[in-house]
């Protein structure tokens, strides 16, 4: 009777420490916003509301909308990942209609980098830099910076910020708008870690997602962030040749990901990841 009662007791312990897992990550959110061709992403856990570049002045607009509808009051932290207006314009009128904490910048030299540094100072925003080793953390979240080994002086787009790690229980790869070059740097130096969603890098334009990237990442999904003209259909179905599950913006619209279901705003869809 003893030996029944203490199986009872483990089963029970079991089931109790399962569902303390999910509800820790049941409010984790990752939201691809459909800004053209430029990126803004939401990550949204436990309250707690970090983005990952603005989006272009011209969808600002679109994204503060975005950002009221999903109850988004304050920013923790605002992570630009290479000084292109498609990823960073948006971010002094975010600032202005949000509150933000601070903002994280690309540490390398570019004149944008001291325009909006000081553009920030002035609004009163604390300003970090991303170097190596860097990290997003909080409840929930676990992104660390890839940051380029050498500064590209000809491509911007080589001197993204890459992102790779969990929010809740997925993983996650956000690459910027990095570049063959820089795709190719990742792969050598070996930091590229598998990956259960990819954000494309560079909207899925033929400059970028070498199959060897894909190949060390190996993502179940890819969230393709661009306008109708914008990803290159050779780049498109090397990802769908590799069995990945791809969604993009400018068909999807905006798509989110919600205790491990995908979901975009256009048809109701929805994908169970995990």
Known sequence: MKKIITVITIFILIIDMNTMASARYEKCEVHFLNVGQGDCTLIKVKGKCYLIDTGAKYYIKKVIKYLDL??????????????????????????QCKKVGRVY????ENSMKYIIRNRLIKMGIHVEYIGEGWRLKSQGINLEAVVPLHKDNNIENNNSIVLQGNVGQLTYLFAGDCEKAEEESMINSGKLKKCDVLKVPHHGIHTSTLDEFLKRINPKVAVITSNKSTPNKVVENRLINRGITVWRTDKQGNIFIKNKILYCDRNYTSIKLK
């Open 70 to 95: 999903n109850k988004v009051n304050k920013i923790e932290g605002i992570v630009l990942t290479h000084y292109h207006r498609d990823h960073y314009d948006g971010i002094i009128k975010i600032i």
């Open 105 to 108: 910048l690309p540490g390398h």
